[in-house]
């Protein structure tokens, strides 16, 4: 059982939106602004989305986009494109004890 | 482009050890800014973090894996390693290392992982 609830899939068709979500507790997302998203896509390496919520490193489309609500933060894509399917991963600092906690990762589809 | 490449026995007995090296080029393991981590990833499963290390030694560990792991540094050579005692099946997994920023953390540059099998 992973630190951080994502939900185990979601769907788009080309050109909408899709947000996924990834809750859990003060002592993680909710207590620090150091939540990160991976994208992976089958048999790669995680690639960083997002970093300490809602910043995108550079290279990233501003398709992409991080936003957090007190225990759960969310990435949103739009305007989805097939390349986006992937599964995401959400990770935030969990303090000095356990540094860090993932998500159980989001099957992103792209109808 | 900073790269990090993994290097290790893709197959590891029960109860034994599992070494991994992980080789950083075109940029120092030295940089105060950075720390040095690994992940991993059972088949078909999600992320694990395991630990990370700075070019001086300190190391924060998974506390659900603490008391098996250890990474260390070389700094002579540009590389990080892991060692995971005792392994057991569970322990199965693509084990990625990553570069990690700042201290809240988060991973900008991965390896692409290696397998390693626990297997008789």
């Known amino acids: 059982q992973s630190a951080l609830t994502q939900p185990p899939s979601a769907s788009g068709s080309p050109g909408q939106s899709v947000t996924i979500s990834c809750t859990g507790t003060?002592?993680?997302?909710?207590?620090?602004?150091?939540v990160s998203w991976y994208q992976q896509h089958p048999g790669k390496a995680p690639k960083l989305m997002i970093f300490e919520v809602s910043k995108r490193p550079s290279g990233v489309p501003d398709r992409f986009s991080g936003s957090k609500s007190g225990n759960t933060a969310s990435l949103t894509v739009s305007g989805l494109q097939a390349e986006d399917e992937a599964d995401y991963y959400c990770?935030?600092?969990?303090?000095?004890?356990?540094?860090?906690?993932f998500g159980g990762g989001t099957k992103l589809t792209v109808l | 482009q900073l790269q990090l490449q993994e290097s290790g026995p893709g197959l590891v007995k029960p109860s034994e050890t599992l070494s991994l090296t992980c080789t950083v080029s075109?940029?120092?393991?030295?940089?105060?800014?950075?720390?040095w981590g690994w992940i991993r990833q059972p088949p078909g499963k999600g992320l694990e973090w395991i630990g990370i290390?700075?070019?001086?030694?300190?190391?924060y560990y998974s506390a659900s894996l603490k008391s098996r792991v250890t990474i260390s540094v070389d700094t002579s050579k540009n590389h990080f390693s892991l060692k995971l005692s005792s392994v057991t099946a569970a322990d199965t997994a693509v084990y990625y290392c990553a570069r990690y920023v700042g201290t809240g953390g988060h991973n900008d540059y991965w390896g692409q992982g290696t397998l390693v099998t626990v297997s008789s």
């Open positions: 003060s002592s993680d997302v909710g207590g620090y602004n150091y």
């Open positions: 290390i700075n070019h001086g030694g300190s190391t």
């Open positions: 075109s940029g120092s393991i030295s940089s105060s800014s950075y720390h």
């Open positions: 990770s935030s600092y969990a303090g000095s004890n356990n540094l860090v906690v």
